[in-house]
């Protein structure tokens, strides 16, 4: 196996000994200042995701960015073949990865996506970004997971 490997990038498992070369303490600890800071970086999602994989609620980030490759789909027969398969896996009641959104949203975009646009889900996905922000995400930097990574990517003293 190669050391070289990025551990974020693998699975975001557990901390590695090594300093992850493309993170940087400052990028890191920019991460806990908002959870808009954390979800605009390459590396942060990654690593939330895999954190909410060990809460069991990685669907909420999973449908998220879901929602954001779907806006940019320019198809009318792709968007309504994604839009049909979004409503199957997140949004239909006992789908494998429902998500928690109420029944009036979940009904404006059943009738949505007879006709999908690119903005048939933004509800629901505000409303999943909102849970991740207020639940999930002080959970997340309090986290063994982030805390891990703060000190993996502190500078070596030679003290």
Not at 41 to 69: D, Q, R
Not at 75 to 95: C, G, H, N, V
Request: charged content about 30%; glycine content about 2%; some cysteine.
């Amino acid at each position: 196996m190669s050391g070289r490997t990025c551990w974020i990038c693998k699975a975001c498992r557990e901390a590695s000994e090594r300093r992850p070369a493309h993170l940087t303490l400052e990028e890191v600890l920019e991460w806990a200042q908002s959870f808009e800071k954390l979800m605009a970086t390459k590396h942060g999602p990654v690593l939330y995701a895999a954190y909410l994989k060990v809460e069991h609620s990685e669907e909420n980030i999973k449908f998220w960015m879901a929602c954001e490759t779907y806006k940019k789909i320019a198809s009318r027969w792709s968007r309504i073949s994604q839009a049909k398969k979004l409503y199957k896996i997140y949004i239909q009641p006992q789908s494998p990865r429902e998500i928690n959104i109420d029944s009036s949203t979940r009904e404006t975009i059943f009738r949505n996506i007879q006709e999908p646009t690119e903005t048939c889900f933004e509800e629901a996905q505000r409303i999943v970004y909102m849970h991740m922000e207020r639940d999930s995400y002080p959970r997340f930097l309090k986290s063994e997971m982030y805390q891990k990574l703060v000190k993996a990517v502190q500078p070596k003293s030679n003290s």
